[in-house]
């Protein structure tokens, strides 16, 4: 697994090996959304992968005015992969975006954004090598319906692993009666668990397309499931997470289904999260070990981690980017949103996994979800953790071992123990005011332009829009 080839000339040779006609090309827009443009092979030259192709940067959300459209895609040669469902041998390879007007990597570029981190955690000193290790839930339905009009609000979604399918009658076989239930997905066996076959065909072509699959299971949720993949350095992390949801979605579509990473699409039942496991290298050893310790959890991991806490609007604003990341959060759904940490507990916001050693020690964060662009969500955390060590340290609850589901609000307050923000709005709120942590790496442009972006797009038309429960709740009053 990994890499296919390191340099131009291996490139070319990959190309021909397996008679490759087309040359994709993709990048990160601010919302996480991959986009590709594609190039004929024999339009593909040593000159051009060097110096970059171009493309027109203003027809990309929240990025170039139509008066300085013009912007550079320049490949990463070493994240080339053949495309697994295309009917033509392809070619795909990740790029960055190089800004000609200032003649340097684009401010607004995520992917560009997050090598800008990596470097500035080197320049201080503090390590040589940051290692991320996400994992992404999903579900799988069967069916998807959306209306959005000025007198219709609704969705509905559809999985023969719903409870709700305990009435339907099929034309051509029967209704087998074996489901999960609500959060009953843990581990089932078939019947019950009926995507085995589906999940191993997802790791199969992740395997094809570079990653190293580590194993599969369903999730507590109906028709959910999960994939676990090695960690990477931050910026392969991130690539893979791009990867992992292409090929997700893809295998799903081709079988007739349709997958989504949404954190909450069904109400009454667990969400999509992103756990993402951190840890900080240098020179080859594990800064966040410490011998002796609790859960063996260095003083550097945890000012890191208090880096993170500290910072937990403005870090929410980039882990948890939508109006729906906040529905996942709410009590009683497995919701990590207690800012305390503890060794093999669940119920805190970080974990730290069970029998670490020295190699393998590490935090994880469980609040983020997959609605995040992986490239800002992992530099943003790192960001949080670099400040929270260069100040020694902000104050912490932790660890604490019980489980934190059964705590009031009011218990939590008594207890000094923070949590996350309530909304996309209160997230976004504290990120105007606190935000020169990220500084270092992210222009004040972006970080506006990421801000505007968000109420636009998520807080202010989701606002806007009644729901079928404030009918219910509203209607007759």
């Not at 192709?53 to 550079?72: H, L, V, Y």
């Not at 290692?131 to 579900?139: A, C, K, L, V």
């Not at 974990?351 to 662009?373: A, C, H, L, M, V």
């Not at 019980?402 to 504290?430: C, H, M, Q, S, V």
Request: net charge negative; aromatic share 12%.
């Amino acid at each position: 697994m990994g890499k296919f080839v390191n340099n131009i000339d291996e490139f070319f040779e990959f190309c021909k090996e397996n008679e490759v006609e087309f040359v994709d090309l993709r990048f990160t827009d601010i919302k996480g959304a991959w986009h590709h443009i594609t190039y004929r092979m024999s339009a593909v030259n040593k000159e051009n992968l060097e110096n970059g192709f171009p493309f027109d940067g203003s027809s990309i959300e929240a990025w170039q005015p139509i008066n300085q459209s013009d912007m550079i895609l320049k490949p990463d040669i070493e994240t080339a992969f053949l495309d697994p469902f295309t009917a033509d041998p392809t070619v795909v390879v990740i790029c960055d975006v190089y800004d000609i007007y200032k003649g340097e990597l684009y401010e607004k570029c995520p992917r560009s954004i997050a090598k800008k981190a990596l470097k500035y955690l080197e320049e201080q000193g503090i390590a040589d090598n940051a290692f991320f290790g996400p994992e992404n839930e999903f579900f799988v339905f069967d069916n998807v319906i959306i209306k959005d009009k000025d007198n219709e609000q609704c969705f509905r979604v559809d999985s023969d692993e719903g409870h709700w399918a305990d009435e339907m009658e099929y034309d051509e076989a029967p209704n087998i009666g074996h489901r999960p239930r609500i959060k009953g997905g843990y581990f089932p066996v078939m019947p019950t668990d009926s995507m085995v076959d589906l999940r191993a065909e997802m790791m199969q072509v992740l395997e094809e397309v570079g990653l190293e699959v580590v194993l599969a299971h369903h999730e507590v949720a109906q028709a959910q499931g999960e994939i676990g993949v090695k960690f990477g350095n931050l910026i392969e992390a991130a690539d893979n997470v791009q990867k992992y949801k292409y090929v997700v979605k893809m295998v799903a579509h081709l079988n007739g289904k349709t997958a989504t990473f949404m954190p909450k699409p069904i109400f009454n039942d667990n969400g999509n999260g992103m756990h993402v496991h951190q840890s900080l290298w240098k020179d080859g050893k594990n800064l966040f070990y410490e011998e002796g310790a609790y859960a063996n959890l260095s003083k550097t991991a945890l000012d890191y981690l208090s880096g993170i806490f500290h910072h937990k609007e403005a870090v929410a604003a980039f882990t948890n980017p939508t109006t729906n990341s906040y529905k996942r959060l709410l009590p009683g759904f497995e919701a990590p949103r207690i800012l305390t940490y503890s060794s093999q507990n669940r119920s805190a916001a970080c974990r730290i996994p069970y029998g670490s050693g020295e190699k393998s020690t590490r935090i994880e964060t469980r609040f983020p979800d997959s609605s995040s662009n992986p490239y800002l969500a992992f530099t943003v955390l790192m960001l949080a953790g670099i400040d929270g060590i260069k100040n020694g340290g902000y104050p912490i609850v932790g660890p604490v071992n019980e489980d934190l589901f059964e705590l009031t609000r009011d218990d939590l307050k008594e207890r000094g123990i923070p949590e996350l923000p309530n909304t996309l709005r209160d997230a976004l709120e504290g990120l105007e005011k606190d935000y020169e942590f990220l500084t270092p790496v992210m222009s004040e442009e972006f970080i506006k332009t990421y801000i505007d972006y968000k109420f636009e797009t998520q807080v202010v038309p989701v606002e806007g829009r009644p729901t079928a429960y404030e009918y219910i709740s509203t209607y007759s009053c």
